[in-house]
């Protein structure tokens, strides 16, 4: 038999009030919850007009975010992106970045292969 996990992503726990968040985000690292080891997921909700209050990069583990509902921007140190359902966009490692929902609010799975660990957090990302 084969060694698998399977997990609803809508019943991982939402983590964003235990790690200070504010309202409007939700945050479900399913990390743990799958047993993985060397990748990683979390489903985000983000309410509409939510901007993530920090931002991050990494020091080996590139990142794909895709937008399953609504859209987002996502911002890229100087650069920005806008994602509509089902865009993708990958980012590499070492690129601060941070995302903010559109006027409907959005849902978006953000995809990573690296060590756990491995994120710098970027308290004043948006320079306020």
């Given amino acids: 038999m084969a060694d698998h996990t399977i997990v609803n992503l809508q019943d991982v726990e939402d983590a ?11 945050a479900r690292f ?9 990748s ?7 309410g509409p007009g939510f901007k993530v209050p920090w931002g ?7 990142e794909v975010y895709l937008v399953l509902r609504g859209s987002a921007t996502v911002v890229f ?9 089902w865009d993708a966009v990958r980012i ?3 690129v601060a970045r941070s995302f903010e929902a ?8 953000a995809y990573g ?8 957090m970027i308290k004043d990302f948006w320079g306020t």
């Fill in 40 to 46: 990683g997921v979390t489903l985000f909700k983000v």
């Fill in 30 to 38: 399913a990390r743990s919850a799958l047993g993985l080891q060397k």
């Fill in 92 to 94: 590499p490692p070492e």
């Fill in 77 to 85: 140190e100087d650069e920005r992106a806008e994602l509509g359902e």
């Fill in 16 to 26: 964003a009030e235990k790690f200070g968040m504010p309202p409007g985000l939700e």
């Fill in 113 to 120: 292969a690296g060590a756990q660990g491995d994120a710098e």
């Fill in 102 to 109: 559109g006027p409907d609010g959005a849902e978006v799975l």
């Fill in 56 to 62: 991050h990069r990494h020091r080996e583990q590139e």
